[in-house]
């Protein structure tokens, strides 16, 4: 009952949202709102919690079944931590409509909890769409100019993926001994081999397509460069964590035969991701693609740990879905901060910022070698494991993944370099007084950083069962 | 025990902790008394630590376990044994000056950027010695890379200069290729071995059960980790660049501490080193070779900066020669020595620059003897130990690698002291330029010309003296000496090597090298006592001058071409290939639907057929009693 009473506090707020008018309060009731059920995923994250079961769809067996294992509260929380942070970071910003905006950006939230909870396939897929449409209108709404159709091709790409994947619900559900859509009996559907191999390519088409693993990526970079900051940092935070988030519920043990004789095929495709978004990152100006194609490469490399099937390797991605959410959010925080106050997101205009803003750029540098996983910062840790067990797969892709190291250090330290350092730009000069709120998440995300960074062990300890659940049988 | 050691790391962090985050608060001089306080506290606890040692042997305190799971295990823990000890000496007692030092060098800067400056230099102690202490690989990296951070951002200190920005950035990333070496290392330990702790893997057991792949596979990547820390081709050229950084800087992090990180982690791993012939020869040739191609380029700068980095640069390449030749304790005897009389020449330099007004252009120095007597007879005796005569440390410490590398081969003997002739003849031609003859600045820094504080002197001062007698703890049992630190060593790298030389050989050999090493020097003073040298006129002048041109080597056969592969990637491979494949296949749907929306053009004899296509189809399939569903997996199972 908590799980639903705790999904059901953003929708709420949400519709409260939709029926006031008054935006007086916007802000503040969907910081609360968040707020509390940050409270609530804490609680989830540190106690046993009971599944929540009850009849939904009958005719078709299909039952709403919530619960909350080790990978849904490790992404639960990472939701509950980004969305409050965001509404705090952002609620200066001028935003038309912005009751609206916020109750749509709750929704979202709401969706993605929802897709980390679900333990029926079918209620899965209803989340899966819920969390997408509210971003859609969030998109084309209050994007960038070339909104329209940018958000078009990213709503058309992902959808296309979410029909593959729901084709491939229905495959599995139909050879399900008891017509059923939990995990459970979707673990011991009787496939065939030929039936678990076209289960797998639509499931994983869709995941591919979310996360997003090379060459399916090319709607991402866009994406965030024209949605409203506040939204990207949900996509790039949050979202593309559901295509990580279902390789490890479903595909993984739903078709483990499968996964595995195409490990080597999807490993390659993610490291070859990694080093071209990497070599891409280089050369880009504007901070938001640069952003972009650095989380792509990141995401390459965990996409890459996942399917080497090991154990270490699960346990790195499982602590960097929560590491890589966090910084890539304070990154993006910075990035909006940035354009905001000079108007541009273009590095060849900025400069200066340590003599303007010397705590932002602090900050930045502070983000900036979590992004390039420097010991002791949260994602060395996960990295450490991840490249591990790349390197227990095939010795050699590691060294050519690791290759990545070395070109995040250029593009992250070219990117600090233009931002903060040097004279201080015109555009930089144009900076109005430090954005409080937003260096008050920053620092409080840094902290998280470090804590979990030099003492990861909660986070190892919250994900063991899912662990467990996967390799020992 | 617990207590000492977690102290010694804490104090740094505390320093640091209390200068960043007050750096809007506190007063200069509260900034100054904490940062150098802590440093000595920490300097205290060590000799604490060393005599524990001496006293009780090696000591591992377990602080908690920074990664536990079912699959792996590193703890977090520290260790003081005969090795770590002394280097915790070393680092703390040469940063106590050094942070002493600072307090006067950089009293010109802000209070924000004065607290900047000490929490960097905090945090880099703070590193240092969790590089030192580490009882695994792993906490050894963590240290590893704090340095570089550290590293990086006191290069950049002053960061409106774009210069500097990018002599930071390129210490980084040069560094960082280095590490990825060392991560790969790690693996492949972990992989082999399910653990990186000392106590397991530098074992006769673990050495078993590696094969000789291995070995050599781990030890050419530690190797490359080494390289980019410790400055040695190909990855040497960040460090000369590295200069950019306030001079104290120079002194601790380039020159007495950081960049000796290589030759800690090949001693600490001699076990897997001496396992490997191959690596053994790869690691002397590395070293000679770069002791001596920065030697020569030494002979050419005229930054007084650049001649003593070059200088490290080489000094570096001697130590591994030594690594190689399997004289381990000769290595870190070289570090040691290494440390006292570079910190000094540097700190000896900050001293020049700082009374120079920030000229650092020896070609414009001169006579400065008589201005700076303190100033001028430290560096003197920096100059005499580095040029290895004898009785001063750098003789004792460079005279036992090279009597053991002519037990391994006369070349790198003779290579060496070929090596060790450029030294005496640069280090003295920066001493005659820069303190004999005739003044050559402008009216105004002659006018201005000073002794540096109580601050900086004292520093020059006792380093001189460390310099001057460090050789001590070293004194051959040729000689009728003891030689302590090798006795030290011995738990870590075992019984020294009995050379097979005869002591007439040995004589010889040292006297040999001190002759040319003597003779070179006066060569040196002879030629620019009274006079700098001229802009290089030689075509080899002119390459030694320019430094091999090996930036522009790296410059234009790796870096632009990379630069070029990135932007071919973004902008026809992503943007057209990738990209035009997506929107084209948008198009083509685009298309399709407007040429079958065509069909629907209002006959009614149309319709009727594609109701009776319809009506077909379906009843195939019910024939077939197969429903959609039973279709599809239908197909699949064919496939």
């Keep these: ?473 | 025990m617990k207590v000492i050691i977690g102290l010694i790391v804490l104090w740094p962090l505390a320093g640091f902790l209390f200068n960043g985050l007050g750096r809007n608060i506190w007063s200069k001089k509260t900034i100054a008394y904490k940062a150098t306080g802590y440093i000595v506290c920490s300097f205290i606890f060590s000799i604490l630590a060393f005599f524990n040692v001496q006293s009780s042997g090696a000591a591992t305190v377990h602080f908690f376990d920074f990664i536990n799971t079912d699959t792996i295990k590193i703890p977090f823990d520290l260790k003081v044994d005969a090795l770590s000890s002394l280097f915790l000496l070393v680092i703390t007692g040469v940063g106590s000056l050094i942070h002493l030092y600072s307090t006067a060098y950089m009293k010109d800067e802000e209070a924000p950027h004065y607290a900047r400056y000490f929490a960097y230099l905090n945090l880099f102690v703070f590193s240092m010695l969790l590089l030192v202490l580490g009882d695994n690989y792993v906490i050894m990296f963590i240290g590893w890379e704090g340095v570089g951070l550290c590293s990086y951002l006191l290069i950049g200190y002053w960061f409106t200069n774009a210069t500097y920005n990018y002599a930071a950035k390129k210490a980084f990333i040069m560094n960082r290729i280095g590490d990825l070496g060392f991560l790969l290392a790690i693996f492949w330990l972990i992989v082999k071995l399910g653990t990186v702790s000392y106590g397991t893997v530098l074992t006769a057991e673990s050495l078993a059960k590696l094969s000789t792949t291995d070995i050599t596979a781990i030890t050419l990547l530690l190797f490359v980790g080494a390289m980019g820390k410790s400055a040695q081709i190909p990855l040497y050229t960040w460090l000369p660049d590295a200069m950019a950084g306030p001079t104290p800087v120079s002194a601790l992090i380039h020159a007495a501490t950081m960049v000796t990180a290589g030759i800690y982690m090949i001693t600490r791993s001699n076990i897997l080193f001496s396992a490997s012939e191959f690596t053994g020869h790869v690691v002397a040739i590395v070293g000679i070779s770069t002791a001596l191609l920065s030697a020569t380029i030494a002979l050419k700068q005229n930054d007084i900066k650049k001649v003593l980095a070059y200088s490290t640069v080489s000094q570096l390449g001697y130590m591994f020669l030594g690594l190689g030749v399997g004289a381990y304790s000769g290595a870190v005897f070289h570090v040691i020595t290494h440390a006292f009389f570079k910190a000094l020449l540097f700190l000896g330099a900050g001293s020049v620059i700082h009374a120079m007004h920030h000229e650092q252009d020896i070609r414009k120095m001169g006579g400065l003897k008589s201005k700076l007597p303190i100033t001028h007879i430290t560096f003197l005796i920096g100059c005499i130990a580095i040029a290895g005569v004898p009785p001063f440390s750098g003789f004792f410490s460079k005279d036992e690698i090279l009597s053991a590398a002519f037990a391994k081969s006369p070349v790198y003997w003779v290579l060496g002291v070929i090596g060790a002739a450029m030294t005496a003849f640069y280090m003295f031609r920066l001493y005659a330029t820069t303190f004999l003859g005739q003044f050559r600045g402008t009216e105004e820094q002659a006018h201005h010309l000073h002794e540096s504080p109580v601050a900086m002197t004292l520093p020059l001062i006792l380093l001189a003296v460390a310099s001057a007698i460090a050789g001590a703890i070293g004194i051959p049992e040729l000689m009728g000496g003891h030689h302590w630190l090798s006795h030290q060593l011995i738990p870590i790298v075992g019984e020294a090597h009995e050379t097979s030389l005869s002591h007439t050989t040995e004589w010889a050999l040292m006297a040999a090298s001190v002759s040319i090493a003597v003779i070179a020097l006066f060569i040196a003073v002879q030629k620019y006592k009274r006079q700098a040298d001229d802009e290089p006129h030689s075509a080899l002048g002119k390459f030694l001058y320019n430094k091999w041109h090996v930036d522009e080597l790296y410059g234009n056969a790796i870096i632009q071409p990379l630069n070029k592969f990135a932007g071919f990637l973004k902008e026809t491979v992503e943007k057209n290939i990738i990209d035009g494949a997506v929107n084209g296949t948008g198009k083509l749907v685009q298309y399709s639907a407007r040429k079958l929306r065509l069909i629907q053009n209002g006959q009614v004899g149309y319709y009727i057929l594609f109701i009776v296509i319809g009506i077909i189809v379906l009843f195939l399939c019910w024939f077939n009693d197969i429903a959609i569903l039973h279709f599809l997996s239908y197909l699949t199972k064919k496939s």
Aim: proline share 3%.
């Design chain 1, 1 to 473: 009952m908590f799980l639903l009473i705790f999904l059901l506090i953003p929708i709420i707020a949400a519709v409260f949202l939709f029926i006031v008018k008054k935006e007086t309060s916007s802000n503040a009731i969907a910081i609360s709102a968040g707020l509390l059920t940050l409270l609530g995923a804490v609680y989830i994250a540190v106690n046993k919690i009971d599944n929540f079961d009850a009849t939904w769809l009958l005719s078709i067996n299909s039952r709403f079944v919530l619960q909350a294992d080790g990978l849904a509260k490790i992404l639960v929380l990472l939701t509950a931590i980004s969305f409050p942070a965001i509404f705090i970071a952002t609620q200066k910003n001028q935003i038309q409509n912005k009751n609206s905006f916020l109750g749509l950006m709750l929704l979202t939230q709401a969706g993605l909890m929802g897709v980390f909870l679900a333990g029926d396939a079918l209620l899965f897929y209803f989340f899966w769409e819920l969390a997408l449409i509210p971003v859609y209108f969030l998109c084309s709404i209050w994007g960038g100019e070339k909104r329209i159709a940018i958000t078009f091709k990213f709503f058309i790409y992902t959808f296309l993926g979410s029909l593959f994947m729901l084709i491939g619900i229905i495959l599995v559900y139909s050879n399900t001994p008891d017509h059923s859509f939990l995990i459970e009996s979707f673990k011991h559907a009787s496939l065939t081999n030929g039936q678990q191999l076209a289960a797998f390519a639509l499931f994983f088409t869709a995941f591919a397509i979310k996360m997003p693993i090379f060459p399916l990526h090319t709607w991402q970079p866009d994406a965030y460069e024209q949605s409203p900051t506040a939204v990207t940092m949900v996509l790039s935070a949050v979202m593309v964590k559901m295509g990580l988030y279902g390789v490890i519920r479903w595909l993984l043990p739903l078709f483990p035969a499968a996964a595995a004789s195409h490990a080597h095929f999807v490993i390659v495709l993610s490291l070859i991701g990694v080093i071209y978004a990497s070599f891409i990152a280089i050369r880009q100006d504007d901070v938001k693609r640069l952003i972009a194609y650095s989380s792509i490469a990141h995401i390459g490399l965990m996409s890459a740990a996942l399917f080497t099937n090991t154990s270490i390797g699960m346990q790195g991605v499982l602590v960097q879905l929560f590491s890589h959410g966090i910084n890539v959010l304070g990154l993006w925080i910075i990035a909006d901060v940035l354009e905001q106050q000079t108007g541009t997101r273009s590095m060849k205009a900025l400069g200066g910022l340590a003599k303007k803003q010397p705590t932002l750029a602090i900050l930045l540098v502070g983000f900036a070698f979590a992004n390039i996983a420097l010991p002791l910062t949260n994602a060395f840790v996960g990295e450490f494991l991840m490249f591990n067990a790349i390197f227990q797969f095939n010795p050699w892709m590691a060294a050519i993944a690791g290759v990545s190291v070395v070109l995040a250090a250029i593009y992250t330290l070219n990117m600090v370099q233009k931002i903060a350092y040097g004279n201080i730009s015109e555009a930089t000069s144009a900076m109005s007084t430090p954005n409080k709120s937003a260096q008050a998440v920053l620092i409080v995300l840094l902290v998280i950083v470090f804590i979990t960074g030099v003492y990861p062990q909660p986070l190892f300890n919250m994900t063991a069962d899912t662990l467990h659940q996967l390799f020992v049988k």
